[in-house]
């Protein structure tokens, strides 16, 4: 189920992605078309503003000699013909005269003809380069640009760069072919969608982030649930047993053979109330986790003999490890022993901490160690066992509720989180170091001036 909706997450995110991807795709050719649209009109513009300002530039020239103009409507494609004509009333003596003459009605004619103005009426540069620069820098003075000439027949098919055809449909001027570059139009695209990209970037950053955590979420989910369902079965286990021995032993009781005798009762009621009590714990336990997730949890810190809160559970647990053949040492050697604590939730903590020890350790290598040391403004409380080790992979786990390191022995796997809950609240810190097969070691670290408000 898990994996199944694993790839189903998986393939959403990934088509979300290629849509993402498309629309980033279609916005920048837009923006693209747009901005190449604008330059193209520009440089159409630029064209008739030039044209226009050296048509009225040179209008006096025009007005000058037009009514010697040789050329008709259909001149664009025929050879000049230049003629002239000798009034009697221009004689002449000699050769000479004759060809002053004729110099003199050659070159009328040429001034006024085509091909004399082809080169006599040049574009104003310095009018064109400011006009450009003027357009250019109103379109986006972050482009900069260069102009180059062309040949007639010269096409430009690089991107960013515009063709500029002057009065190459006017027949008194020479046409002229410039190829307009410009440079940081990526730039520029760039700077255009960069609000609309980061939009998107961040909706779709957003969309990521709900999409995992809806995918944690489930997996929370369903390790919650898994939990309970093993949670239930435990607490049934660990009722079950314990009343299971209760009521044999009550049973015991109310036999006239057995309840005659003072060792045998002696028995049975030691069975009850051990049984009885670990019950309790257990109960105790699961209760005050419940009451710590929902912060019902009940604390009245008070100042707490550190060491003598140890030796009275150590004291509790004589009995068990002298019948398991275990031993337990104690090397109590903080100079500052008193902190602000929650006598019974702190005392819970400690018997936790023991029963796992023991639980842990086999009945092979049954050795408990405790020790105290001071650490700056802190006491550090550590209890060893040379039982069977926690992985590194476990470690990260062992303080999760409802976590069993085995799942064959007694407990419903809250003791280590409740231990983490209320070293919490007292700003205290369990930390554990262990290696396979090497035992463990719960370090209780407690700041000895934190005063509870």
Not at 46 to 75: M, T, W
Not at 257 to 283: C, F, G, T, W
Request: proline share 3%; charged share 20%; with cysteine.
């Amino acid at each position: 189920m898990i994996q199944r909706l694993k790839i189903i997450f998986i393939a959403v995110f990934l088509l979300l992605t290629a849509i993402q991807l498309k629309l980033f795709y279609s916005i920048y050719l837009f923006e693209q078309n747009k901005v190449y649209t604008q330059l193209d009109q520009l440089t159409i513009q630029l064209k008739k503003d030039v044209e226009s300002y050296e048509i009225n530039r040179h209008q006096p020239i025009f007005e000058a000699y037009k009514n010697a103009f040789l050329c008709g409507e259909d001149y664009a494609n025929k050879p000049l013909t230049l003629s002239f004509v000798i009034q009697p009333t221009e004689p002449f003596a000699n050769l000479k005269e004759l060809t002053d003459i004729i110099d003199q009605k050659l070159h009328k004619q040429a001034v006024a003809s085509t091909a004399y103005l082809l080169e006599q009426l040049p574009v104003d540069s310095m009018y064109f380069d400011s006009l450009l620069q003027a357009r250019m820098h109103t379109f986006s003075p972050d482009l900069t640009w260069s102009v180059l000439p062309l040949h007639s027949d010269q096409q430009t098919t690089e991107a960013g760069v515009f063709r500029i055809s002057l009065f190459d449909d006017y027949r008194l001027y020479q046409p002229r072919y410039l190829a307009l570059k410009v440079n940081g139009i990526q730039r520029l695209l760039i700077g255009n969608i960069l609000l609309i990209l980061g939009g998107s970037l961040l909706s779709f950053l957003l969309l990521g982030i709900a999409t995992r955590y809806a995918y944690l979420s489930m997996l929370k989910y369903k390790k919650i649930s898994e939990n309970k369902a093993e949670f239930i079965n435990h607490l049934a286990h660990e009722i079950k047993t314990p009343l299971s021995s209760i009521f044999l032993s009550g049973q015991a009781l109310t036999d006239k053979r057995i309840n005659r005798s003072e060792e045998a009762v002696a028995m049975h009621s030691q069975i009850i109330y051990s049984e009885a009590e670990r019950l309790n714990k257990q109960l105790e336990n699961v209760l005050s986790v419940s009451a710590a997730e929902k912060n019902f949890l009940e604390m009245h810190p008070e100042p707490l003999d550190v060491h003598m809160q140890i030796q009275t559970i150590a004291a509790l647990f004589q009995a068990r490890m002298q019948d398991l053949n275990g031993t337990l040492s104690m090397h109590l050697n903080a100079s500052r022993f008193t902190c602000k604590l929650d006598k019974i939730h702190f005392g819970n903590v400690l018997y936790n901490l023991f029963d796992n020890a023991i639980k842990y350790s086999g009945q092979d290598s049954l050795h408990i160690h405790v020790e105290t040391l001071d650490r700056a403004d802190e006491l550090v409380i550590r209890i060893t066992d040379q039982g069977k080790g926690i992985s590194r992979s476990e470690q990260e786990k062992i303080f999760q509720l409802f976590y069993k390191k085995d799942k064959r022995l007694n407990g419903f796997g809250v003791g280590l989180h409740y231990a983490k809950t209320i070293l919490d609240f007292h700003r205290g810190m369990i930390t554990v170091d262990s290696q396979p097969g090497q035992g463990t070691t719960f370090s209780l670290s407690l700041p000895l001036n934190w005063n509870y408000t």
